[in-house]
């Protein structure tokens, strides 16, 4: 365990918020996390830190950060075909995306070049391109600190949903994920039904398998989302809204390029970046933050942005969507 004081986290999120804590702690072991729950002050607040992606900072926060840097992978061959892959929550989750391809498993390429660690995939439930990490999904350990105990819960008990789980919910802010175990395939079916991904890979004339997915998803975000090393953000800031049917048409007979997908259950997923979009949006900064220019549904730091000017336009962009469309967006970033 590693104790720094009065510590900035700007590089520690994707968002490069300057954002001051009291206690910056480095958990590198199991060991210390028990350790630091068995002396913990029942009054003292605390924040859970991974990748540091999908959140948005306060420019303070008067408690303990505790930054999760677990290290390792191992590998249960169950066949010639199956591993079970256990990964530590601090392992990079492009990184491991690519581990997989390189190995010819089939499944995680969709996902390729997510920003933030393995440990937050299974909290946020993160997705790209029609794949949503639960489909891979087996279990996760993790320190529960109500009980005191670690703990193992499976795909079921997580309550996976879209861009949700139980760790945003009745578990948020008392659990921290050590392990995420994924079950991956060399016989897996390649999914390219997302339109993006399956023209390109037409047009590029590419044969489908692992690699050329994983490099085409690679080169599609890079080519229209901005690269939080140049450009502060946290990747999607909204959920696309699901609304039912019958809003759906009412809606459509008025904006008749309205965009939306059929879910199972019969309502319709819209694109909340076409929303923002046809809001006019696009490309909108107020002070130091705005929308980017080439994807309205990023919201971007362009330079010594607090937090509160994110939350500024992220509310705008909330209230001119609902007045015009009668939608309201929730944030997929979890503002702490």
């Known amino acids: 365990m590693k104790i720094s004081n009065n510590y900035n986290l700007e590089a520690q999120n994707t968002f490069g918020i300057k954002s001051i804590c009291d206690r910056y ?19 003292r607040k605390y924040l859970i830190l991974s990748g540091g992606s999908n959140m948005l900072l306060p420019d303070y926060f008067d408690g303990d950060v505790l930054h999760i840097k677990l290290k390792g992978i191992e590998k249960n061959k169950l ?6 892959f256990k990964v530590s929550a601090g392992e990079n989750w492009h990184s491991f995306v690519e581990n997989t391809v390189n190995e010819k498993f089939i499944g995680l390429e969709n996902m390729a070049l997510i920003p933030g660690n393995v440990g937050t995939a299974p909290i946020q439930n993160i997705g790209a391109y029609g794949v949503e990490q639960e489909e891979y999904f087996v279990s996760l350990e993790g320190f529960n600190f109500e009980s005191g105990k670690f703990e193992k819960y499976s795909k079921q008990e997580c309550n996976f949903g879209y861009r949700d789980s139980i760790f945003k919910n009745k578990l948020k802010g008392n659990f921290v994920i050590t392990s995420v175990t994924y079950l991956l395939s060399k016989k897996n079916k390649h999914n390219t039904s997302y339109t993006e991904l399956h023209n390109y890979l037409n047009e590029n004339k590419l044969e489908i398998n692992s690699k050329n997915i994983f490099n085409a998803v690679v080169n599609i975000r890079q080519n229209k989302l901005p690269d939080p090393k140049i450009l502060g953000n946290s990747g999607s800031f909204f959920k696309n809204p699901i609304i039912s049917k019958s809003e759906f048409l009412a809606l459509k007979e008025k904006y008749q390029a309205l965009r939306g997908f059929e879910q199972a259950d019969g309502n319709i997923k819209m694109s909340a970046g076409w929303l923002i979009d046809n809001a006019g949006l696009k490309g909108f900064k107020k002070g130091n933050a705005g929308i980017y220019e080439k994807h ?10 607090t937090s509160s000017e994110v939350i500024n ?3 705008f962009v909330i209230d001119k969507v609902d007045l015009i469309f009668g939608i309201k967006l929730v944030p997929e970033v979890n503002i702490i």
């Open 25 to 43: 702690i480095e958990i590198l072991s199991e060991t210390d996390i028990i350790e630091y729950f068995s002396e913990l002050n029942s009054n």
């Open 313 to 315: 336009v992220a509310d």
């Open 296 to 305: 309205a549904l990023i919201l971007v730091n362009y330079g010594n942005a």
């Open 79 to 84: 066949s010639d075909t199956e591993t079970l």
